[in-house]
């Protein structure tokens, strides 16, 4: 069993930044593609980046050059920097883990087993 711990959410104003954090069940992050998804109210859960066991990033075109996923394998840690916040980024972000080392480069709900609780971005205009 696998277990994700998100932290890092919260308010900032747009062009603001923020740094999420995910902790994972030891050894996770260099057994498995990991990724960040968000969801904000009324719309689906949707991938926003992921990085594969050799630390090889995507990011969905709305983020890309504004977020940057990294990985910690020696403190099992995820990470999601944040740059240039805007509105339209607001919502809940959760953590997830695939089942495997290889994964898709856009990150999918249906690949992902092993998801987070969730922490809040909300970005204000």
């Known amino acids: 069993q696998v277990h994700l711990v998100e932290s890092g959410g919260g308010s900032v104003q747009s062009g603001g930044s923020l740094t999420l954090s995910c902790t994972a069940s030891?050894?996770?992050?260099?057994?498995?593609?990991m990724a960040w998804f968000r969801q904000s109210p009324g719309k689906e859960r949707e991938g926003v980046a992921r990085?594969?066991?050799?630390?090889?990033?995507s990011y969905i075109d709305s983020v890309r050059n504004r977020f940057t996923i990294s990985q910690d394998k020696d403190k099992n840690t995820l990470y999601l920097r944040m740059n240039r916040l805007k509105p339209e980024d607001s919502g809940m972000y959760y953590c997830a883990a695939h089942s495997g080392g290889w994964c898709n480069s856009l990150p999918q709900v249906k690949d992902y087993t092993y998801w987070g609780q969730g922490t809040q971005v909300t970005v204000s205009s």
């Open positions: 030891p050894g996770t992050v260099s057994r498995v593609c």
């Open positions: 990085i594969d066991i050799i630390g090889m990033p």
